[in-house]
């Protein structure tokens, strides 16, 4: 059972315009929410984070909203620029998983055209 | 600043061949350590963690094994590898604020 999900496999996006990465979760003790950035044949690279306690969180383009009530996450980078094309993670963690322990979605693979 | 270093880069053994994946971890004390397999279409697949020495604990039953010999070592191994060992391995270390940071990753090929 994936606690953490990612329904959309890929995302193309035109350059300069918005890409949003969704992601849902469904265990409610997920107390701390991030997303991580990753190249083919590479470690992820943190990107932004977000506590239960906010429902926003922005750093440069990248901002990362949070719903409670409806269990989702969303990653917004604007504008989307051709480096941005990677395949990106939503992880969460929690008081209902194992300290320190990340639970992570399958991924979005965003393209960004130029 | 801390640093985590994983090797091989890649690697091809035949299929029941050993395997023995090393991670180091620099800059950092008792850190948490995590053994991640990303396989095609399947995410981020936690294997291993060890919140100290001789702690490992697995969250899936698999042909792999994991060892902390050292504070900032952390070892990934099997006896026989199968074709479904395949993937790429990702060490990472975590901090207190549950922030995870992964090393460059392993590609095993099982022929």
């Known amino acids: 059972d994936q606690q953490v999900k990612q329904n959309s496999p890929s995302l193309s996006v035109q350059e300069g315009r918005i890409s949003i990465l969704n992601c849902d979760y469904t265990?409610?003790?997920?107390?701390?929410f991030l997303w991580y950035k990753k190249y083919p044949a590479e470690g992820p690279t943190f990107l932004i984070s977000i506590s239960s306690i906010k429902d926003k969180n922005e750093d440069g383009r990248f901002t990362v909203f949070l719903n409670k009530s409806a269990k989702h996450l969303s990653l917004h980078i604007v504008p989307s620029q051709p480096g941005d094309s990677a395949v990106y993670f939503c992880?969460?963690?929690?008081?209902?998983?194992?300290?320190?322990?990340?639970?992570f979605g399958k991924g979005t693979k965003l393209s960004v055209k130029p | 600043s801390q640093t985590i270093h994983q090797w091989p880069a890649t690697l091809v053994q035949p299929v029941g061949s050993p395997l023995s994946l090393e991670c180091t971890v620099e800059g950092t004390s008792n850190p948490n350590l995590y053994w991640y397999r990303q396989a095609a279409g399947r995410g981020l697949q936690l294997l291993f963690y060890?919140?100290?020495?001789?702690?490992i604990s697995s969250e899936v039953p698999q042909n792999l094994s994991a060892s902390r010999p050292q504070d900032r070592q952390f070892i990934l191994s099997s006896k026989k590898l199968l074709l479904s060992d395949s993937g790429f391995y990702l060490c990472?270390?975590?901090?207190?604020?549950?922030?995870?940071?992964f090393g460059p990753g392993t590609r095993l090929t099982v022929l």
């Open positions: 990472a270390w975590g901090d207190f604020h549950n922030e995870q940071f």
């Open positions: 992880a969460a963690s929690g008081r209902g998983g194992s300290q320190g322990n990340l639970i």
């Open positions: 265990n409610s003790m997920f107390d701390y």
């Open positions: 060890s919140v100290g020495i001789g702690q």
